[in-house]
Nanobody
Framework: QVQLVESGGGLVQTGGSLRLSCAGSGRNFYNVHMGWFRQAPGKEREFVAA???????????EYVESVKGRFTISRDNAKNTVHLQMNSLKPEDTAVYYCAAAATYSLNTPRSSRSYEYWGQGTQVTVSS
Protein backbone atom coordinates (compact mmCIF):
# COMPACT_ATOMS: atom_id res chain seq x y z
CA GLN A 1 0.00 0.00 0.00
CA VAL A 2 1.32 3.41 -0.96
CA GLN A 3 1.97 5.80 1.91
CA LEU A 4 3.22 9.38 1.92
CA VAL A 5 4.59 11.01 5.07
CA GLU A 6 5.38 14.72 5.21
CA SER A 7 7.81 16.36 7.58
CA GLY A 8 9.57 19.68 8.04
CA GLY A 9 6.71 22.01 8.87
CA GLY A 10 6.85 24.48 11.72
CA LEU A 11 6.68 28.09 12.83
CA VAL A 12 8.89 30.65 11.10
CA GLN A 13 9.03 34.41 10.86
CA THR A 14 8.32 36.36 7.70
CA GLY A 15 11.27 36.07 5.35
CA GLY A 16 12.39 32.78 6.83
CA SER A 17 12.81 29.38 5.22
CA LEU A 18 11.54 25.85 5.68
CA ARG A 19 12.22 22.63 3.81
CA LEU A 20 9.38 20.16 3.58
CA SER A 21 10.01 16.52 2.80
CA CYS A 22 7.67 13.79 1.66
CA ALA A 23 8.78 10.20 2.03
CA GLY A 24 6.98 7.61 -0.04
CA SER A 25 6.69 3.88 0.53
CA GLY A 26 4.88 0.94 -0.95
CA ARG A 27 6.25 1.23 -4.49
CA ASN A 28 9.00 2.85 -6.53
CA PHE A 29 8.31 6.50 -7.12
CA TYR A 30 10.65 7.24 -10.03
CA ASN A 31 7.73 7.10 -12.51
CA VAL A 32 5.16 8.78 -10.27
CA HIS A 33 3.97 12.36 -10.61
CA MET A 34 4.48 14.22 -7.31
CA GLY A 35 2.86 17.40 -6.11
CA TRP A 36 2.48 19.73 -3.14
CA PHE A 37 -0.80 21.35 -2.19
CA ARG A 38 -1.76 23.56 0.73
CA GLN A 39 -4.94 24.41 2.56
CA ALA A 40 -5.42 27.46 4.76
CA PRO A 41 -8.28 27.67 7.29
CA GLY A 42 -11.57 28.35 5.56
CA LYS A 43 -10.07 27.99 2.09
CA GLU A 44 -10.00 25.29 -0.55
CA ARG A 45 -6.96 23.13 -1.12
CA GLU A 46 -4.60 24.95 -3.45
CA PHE A 47 -1.95 23.67 -5.85
CA VAL A 48 1.59 24.79 -4.94
CA ALA A 49 4.07 22.85 -7.04
CA ALA A 50 4.53 19.61 -8.92
CA UNK A 51 7.39 17.63 -10.41
CA UNK A 52 5.96 15.55 -13.21
CA UNK A 53 7.28 12.68 -15.27
CA UNK A 54 7.73 13.50 -18.96
CA UNK A 55 9.83 10.51 -19.98
CA UNK A 56 12.30 7.97 -18.67
CA UNK A 57 14.13 9.81 -15.87
CA UNK A 58 12.84 13.09 -17.28
CA UNK A 59 10.68 15.52 -15.37
CA UNK A 60 9.21 18.98 -15.69
CA UNK A 61 8.11 21.33 -12.94
CA GLU A 62 5.14 23.60 -12.40
CA TYR A 63 4.54 26.22 -9.71
CA VAL A 64 1.62 28.36 -8.75
CA GLU A 65 2.44 31.96 -9.63
CA SER A 66 2.47 33.15 -6.01
CA VAL A 67 5.46 30.95 -5.08
CA LYS A 68 7.60 31.26 -8.21
CA GLY A 69 11.10 32.42 -7.34
CA ARG A 70 10.61 31.52 -3.67
CA PHE A 71 9.82 27.80 -3.61
CA THR A 72 11.76 24.96 -5.21
CA ILE A 73 10.47 21.43 -5.65
CA SER A 74 12.88 18.55 -6.13
CA ARG A 75 12.89 14.79 -5.93
CA ASP A 76 15.32 12.07 -4.91
CA ASN A 77 14.15 8.90 -6.61
CA ALA A 78 16.74 6.75 -4.86
CA LYS A 79 15.12 7.69 -1.54
CA ASN A 80 11.51 7.88 -2.79
CA THR A 81 11.45 11.44 -1.50
CA VAL A 82 10.25 14.79 -2.76
CA HIS A 83 11.21 18.10 -1.18
CA LEU A 84 9.78 21.59 -1.16
CA GLN A 85 12.32 24.27 -0.27
CA MET A 86 10.44 27.38 0.80
CA ASN A 87 12.30 30.67 1.05
CA SER A 88 11.19 34.25 1.68
CA LEU A 89 8.10 32.97 3.43
CA LYS A 90 5.12 35.25 3.87
CA PRO A 91 2.18 35.11 6.30
CA GLU A 92 -0.07 34.18 3.37
CA ASP A 93 1.95 30.96 2.99
CA THR A 94 0.51 29.76 6.29
CA ALA A 95 -1.38 26.52 5.67
CA VAL A 96 -1.31 22.79 6.05
CA TYR A 97 0.90 21.46 3.27
CA TYR A 98 0.08 18.12 1.67
CA CYS A 99 2.18 15.85 -0.48
CA ALA A 100 0.37 14.04 -3.28
CA ALA A 101 1.22 11.35 -5.81
CA ALA A 102 -0.32 10.22 -9.06
CA ALA A 103 0.70 6.92 -10.64
CA THR A 104 -1.18 7.35 -13.90
CA TYR A 105 0.90 7.41 -17.09
CA SER A 106 -0.05 10.96 -18.09
CA LEU A 107 -1.46 13.77 -15.99
CA ASN A 108 -3.64 16.17 -17.94
CA THR A 109 -4.47 18.49 -15.04
CA PRO A 110 -1.55 18.40 -12.61
CA ARG A 111 -2.83 21.48 -10.77
CA SER A 112 -6.07 19.77 -9.79
CA SER A 113 -6.15 17.86 -6.53
CA ARG A 114 -8.49 15.36 -8.20
CA SER A 115 -5.61 14.18 -10.38
CA TYR A 116 -3.77 12.64 -7.44
CA GLU A 117 -4.79 9.36 -5.80
CA TYR A 118 -2.33 9.26 -2.90
CA TRP A 119 -2.05 11.86 -0.14
CA GLY A 120 -0.02 12.43 2.96
CA GLN A 121 -1.47 13.50 6.28
CA GLY A 122 -0.20 17.07 5.98
CA THR A 123 2.28 19.23 7.86
CA GLN A 124 1.51 22.64 9.34
CA VAL A 125 3.46 25.67 8.16
CA THR A 126 2.90 28.89 10.09
CA VAL A 127 4.55 32.15 9.09
CA SER A 128 4.34 34.90 11.68
CA SER A 129 4.36 38.58 10.72
Amino acid sequence: QVQLVESGGGLVQTGGSLRLSCAGSGRNFYNVHMGWFRQAPGKEREFVAAILRSGINQYYIEYVESVKGRFTISRDNAKNTVHLQMNSLKPEDTAVYYCAAAATYSLNTPRSSRSYEYWGQGTQVTVSS
